[in-house]
């Protein structure tokens, strides 16, 4: 199979879809691999490099979706590449369709099999080994993002996140506690703030409990929970999520009045549409805005602003399920791994996810039919 590696053109975007490494591995098993040129300059993979581990170096994206059987990216296709896309072709990357009608189009149009990488589980259904590494790095950078802000010349209130000797630490709470909640937690807690994790579920609950042994407290996830929490928060990490749908609105406007004036929020939900009413994506160009005194950090791709960490780690995820799609085929790939399979959003012009259907109000049709 000839795997197509296009540059990533989201602004402020420097990961790619494929390492040099990851390349040598698609070329020991048989594929051809082909790059855009410049496709890694952000993170210091040259075009000498990839071609030194056996890839073609094309000169346009044009090029790469042209010829190419499989592309592999990071982040969802932007309108321009979706027009690029054809019948069949596979396309491997993040796509967070739930909060992006006009990309689910697209993919419709183009009649593609698309592959999200945040829908895809473990073979026994738990778990999302795709999501898990971007999870972990927007959870721990959401806490250094959070001190940042709240630094007074930054609008916040100017809280040190530790505090000091005689001095309170600021109050971090964290909504969720998937990976990301846990790994924001584990900051918060290496920084020395007080620390307050919401989860509803009851096996969670007692891990969480058991890992951080009293240095964070964990509670139940109520509505009641958050709205008393929330008015003593200098932090917030809104991390919840549900694999393909729209995340729930947990913090509401009415809410943000209780809170401390230059508090900081800041939603790792935002691809699925985010977790605060009041939320809007936001660049690392721009990455925040202000709403009735509280600061919203709502950065889309947090991942992107460590590229050359986040490229690693997606692909050592990614690697192992690319080369089972390259290997066999999508259709012998997903009859082979059932995990695989719950990646497919969308096929063949109709949407194969159930929680994506719902969310974009779209006719929902079984991979089987």
């Not at 799609?325 to 791994?337: I, N, P, S, T, V």
């Amino acid at each position: 199979m000839r795997i197509g590696v296009p540059k990533e053109i989201k602004k402020q975007e420097h990961r790619v879809g494929m390492a040099p490494s990851s390349v040598r591995e698609m070329v020991r098993h048989g594929h051809a691999v082909l790059v855009e040129a410049g496709a890694g300059a952000g993170i210091g993979f040259d075009d000498e490099s990839y071609k030194s581990a056996g890839a073609e170096i094309a000169s346009s994206a044009a090029e790469v979706f042209e010829k190419s059987e499989m592309i592999v990216k990071v982040k969802e296709p932007q309108a321009q590449e979706c027009e690029m896309l054809r019948e069949d072709q596979i396309l491997f990357t993040y796509l967070h369709l739930a909060a992006d009608r006009a990309q689910a189009e697209g993919l419709i149009k183009s009649r593609c099999v698309a592959i999200a990488y945040e829908t895809v589980t473990n073979p026994n259904g738990y778990g999302l080994p795709l999501l898990a590494p971007m999870s972990e790095v927007a959870g721990r950078l959401s806490v250094q993002e959070g001190a940042h802000y709240l630094m007074k010349h930054l609008g916040g209130e100017g809280k040190l996140l530790g505090g000091v000797a005689g001095v309170p630490s600021a109050h971090v709470l964290v909504l969720g506690g998937g990976v990301a909640g846990f790994n924001a937690a584990r900051m918060a807690v290496g920084m020395e703030a007080r620390v307050t994790i919401l989860e509803k579920s009851a096996d969670r609950l007692r891990q969480l409990d058991d890992y951080f042994a009293g240095r964070a407290e964990v509670l139940y996830s109520t509505a009641d929970a958050v709205e008393e929490q929330i008015k003593d928060a200098d932090l917030v990490i809104g991390s919840v999520l549900v694999p393909g749908a729209s995340a729930p609105k947990l913090v509401t406007r009415e809410m943000l009045s209780t809170m401390k004036n230059g508090a900081v929020m800041v939603d790792i939900a935002i691809d699925q549409g985010g977790c605060f009413e009041t939320s809007h994506p936001t660049t690392h160009a721009d990455p925040i805005f202000v709403v009735d005194g509280v600061i919203h950090y709502c950065v889309a791709n947090m991942p992107g602003a460590v590229p050359l960490t986040s490229t690693m780690a997606l692909n050592h995820a990614v690697l192992p399920y690319a080369l089972k799609l390259a290997d066999m085929g999508w259709e012998a790939a997903f009859e082979f791994d059932p995990g695989l399979r719950a990646g497919l959003n969308i096929c063949r012009g109709q949407v194969t996810h159930r929680n994506v259907a719902q969310s974009l109000d779209l006719p929902y049709v079984s991979l089987r039919d």
